[in-house]
T-cell receptor
């Protein structure tokens, strides 16, 4: 069964604005990862945050993790039209199975 | 980063036929490969975990006799959709992971580009 839920399901913003996506999960994790998927294409790994980390940055991306609330957020700053894609969080569950459980995803549209 | 390929990228077949999808790790040895299925506008659903040299572990609700998985080497896993039907039409994605000497998995999985299966 799906571990995570994401909101919003869809987000439409203007170029230059920031986009925030949220992810919630249900059980203990080793780490949480964010991926991007362009329509009909494979996944692109964006960033990984471990369960003992609270915040991580990579370029225009900022990810937070609150294990007490079992939630994470992905912030994309100064968005570009090329950021238009679906974004998924995926949790690597505790127990070191290596399995990733994906959230439902947020579809982001950045208008030029 | 590591590269994972899938072949074919697209396949169209008639109902009742079997289709084999290959997942290869090109520059590292993948002790474990995962197979996911993604229906249009939905998320990825884990189907099975494939370990080199042993039987695959299937997620609840996935028919192992319908989705045959073979992980014959550290660089190749295959998924065969047997007697495919239109409801099997989906985007199939594999990922490859390797375990450390300790037995723990490295953090990073590497995803293939996916295979679009259309069953007529």
């Amino acid at each position: 069964s799906q571990q995570g839920e994401e909101d919003p399901q869809a987000l439409s913003i203007q170029e230059g604005e920031n986009a925030t996506m949220n992810c919630s999960y249900k059980t203990s994790i080793n780490n949480l990862q964010w991926y991007r998927q362009n329509s009909g294409r494979g996944l692109v790994h964006l960033i990984l945050i471990r369960s003992n980390e609270r915040e991580k940055h990579s370029g225009r991306l900022r990810v937070t993790l609150d294990t007490s609330k079992k939630s994470s957020s992905l912030l994309i700053t100064a968005s570009r039209a090329a950021d238009t894609a679906s974004y998924f969080c995926a949790t690597d569950l505790k127990g070191n199975t290596g399995k990733l459980i994906f959230g439902q995803g947020t579809t982001l549209q950045v208008k030029p | 980063g590591a590269v994972v390929s899938q072949h074919p990228s697209r396949v169209i077949c008639k109902s009742g036929t079997s289709v084999k999808i290959e997942c290869r790790s090109l520059d590292f040895q993948a002790t474990t490969m995962f197979w996911y299925r993604q229906f249009p506008k939905q998320s990825l659903m884990l189907m099975a975990t494939s370990n080199e040299g042993s039987k695959a572990t299937y997620e609840q609700g996935v028919e192992k006799d319908k989705f045959l998985i073979n992980h014959a080497s550290l660089t190749l896993s295959t998924l065969t959709v047997t007697s495919a039907h239109p409801e099997d039409s989906s985007f199939y994605i594999c990922s490859a992971a390797s375990s450390l000497l300790s037995g723990d998995f490295t953090d990073t999985q590497y995803f293939g580009p996916g295979t679009r299966l259309t069953v007529l």
